[in-house]
Nanobody, 117 residues
Framework: AQVVESGGGLVQPGGSLRLSCAAS????????MSWYRQASGKERELVAY????????NYADSVKGRFTISRDNAKNTVYLRMNSLKPEDTAVYYC???????????WGQGTLVTVSS
C-alpha cells in the first residue's frame, strides 16, 4: 500500500492550494482517507477525513468552512482544497489510508505548505 502527496508550496495569506494524494496497492474505494498536518514543534493533527464512498466527511474546527476534502475513486486520488489560508495553516500535510478490518494504515511522506507573505 502506498500513498503519495503532492501540491504543497508557498502561498500568501488568503490564498488557495489544492493537495492531491495518489493511492496504489490497495482497494482505494473501500478505504477511509484522511489528511493530517504537523506544524513545526507540534503534534500531528487530523485535518479532515472522508468515507470510502465519499458520502461522509469531517473537519477540524480550525479548518471548517475553508478546507474541502474530496475523492475520485476512479482515479484512486483524494484531494484537499484549501482556501483562505492563514499563516497558522503552515505545516507538513500527510495523507493517510486506513481500514480497520484488515489493519491497513498507510502514510505518505508529506507535502509542505507554507503560508507567508
Amino acid at each position: 500500500a502506498q500513498v503519495v502527496e503532492s501540491g504543497g508550496g508557498l502561498v500568501q495569506p488568503g490564498g488557495s492550494l489544492r493537495l492531491s494524494c495518489a493511492a496504489s496497492g490497495f482497494t482505494f474505494s473501500s478505504t477511509r482517507m484522511s489528511w493530517y498536518r504537523q506544524a513545526s514543534g507540534k503534534e500531528r493533527e487530523l485535518v479532515a477525513y472522508i468515507s470510502s464512498a465519499g458520502g461522509t466527511s469531517n473537519y477540524a474546527d480550525s479548518v471548517k468552512g475553508r478546507f474541502t476534502i474530496s475523492r475520485d475513486n476512479a482515479k484512486n486520488t483524494v484531494y484537499l482544497r484549501m482556501n483562505s489560508l492563514k499563516p497558522e495553516d503552515t505545516a507538513v500535510y500527510y495523507c493517510n489510508a486506513q481500514r480497520i478490518r484488515d489493519g491497513l494504515d498507510a502514510w505518505g511522506q508529506g507535502t509542505l505548505v507554507t503560508v507567508s507573505s
